[in-house]
């Protein structure tokens, strides 16, 4: 089983910037693809971001797109979000989730990003 | 985007009767692959998301066997046999056949 662990939240001012960080146990991180999901206060879960195994093939939400950029570092077993000119609508609880044949079967606690002056 | 619609929004259960729960896609969920990826969560009060099945019926490892999902094309169920109290939260569907991935808005399961 993989365990994932998110950390880099907190509130930070619209437009201002942000990098979480996923970091995972285990050798599978490596051989796996990785996904973004977060879920606003109250609401439903929606999906930002994912990236392949060997950090190539970054995908986006509309929404998200051209503002937040996935990575990783392998040998480091870690995931990233680095995410700029924040809006108030990114107010969210940020999930890493790991793919698993097109499906997302282990998820972390989640960091909550909150955006606000 | 593929759209995914669950009914009911709210599920008051009888602990130990059964729930159904139902999920529609505004297209096939059919992959080029010939697998159909539309997968179920569970979250529970104040925790993340929980895999429960993928591929419309396969159950993840540890989850109960009360636990089942049917369906094809664009039309979906998970059902839980007999309700306990540790199946109290919210239950998503989800769709990976296409990114972006999307999820329905969920459904809240709880005791009556």
């Known amino acids: 089983e993989v365990q994932l662990v998110e950390s880099g939240g907190g509130l930070v001012q619209p437009g201002g910037s942000l990098r979480l960080s996923c970091a995972a146990s285990?050798?599978?991180?490596?051989?796996?693809?990785m996904h973004w999901v977060r879920q606003s206060p109250g609401e439903g879960l929606v999906w930002v971001s994912r990236i392949h195994s060997d950090g190539s093939n970054a995908k986006y939400a509309d929404s998200v797109k051209g503002r937040f950029t996935i990575s990783r570092d392998n040998a480091k077993n870690t995931l990233y979000l680095h995410m700029n000119s924040l809006r108030a609508e990114d107010t969210a609880v940020y999930y890493c989730?790991?793919?698993?044949?097109?499906?997302?079967?282990?998820w972390g606690q989640g960091t909550l990003v909150t955006v606000s002056s | 985007d593929i759209v995914m619609t669950q009914t009911p929004l709210s599920s008051p259960v009888i602990l130990g009767q059964p729930a159904s729960i139902s999920c529609r896609s505004d297209?096939?969920?059919?992959?080029?692959?010939?697998?159909?990826?539309l997968s179920w969560l569970q979250q529970r009060p104040g925790q993340p998301p929980r895999l429960l099945i993928y591929?419309?019926?396969s159950r993840f490892s540890g989850v109960p066997d009360r636990f089942s999902g049917s369906g094809a094309g664009t039309d979906f169920t998970l059902k839980i046999s007999r309700v306990e109290a540790e199946d109290v939260g919210v239950y998503y569907c989800m769709q990976a056949t296409q990114l972006p991935i999307t999820f329905g808005q969920g459904t809240r399961l709880e005791i009556k």
């Open positions: 297209q096939s969920l059919v992959h080029s692959d010939g697998n159909t990826y």
């Open positions: 591929k419309i019926s």
């Open positions: 285990g050798s599978a991180f490596s051989a796996s693809w």
């Open positions: 989730a790991t793919d698993w044949f097109y499906t997302l079967n282990y």
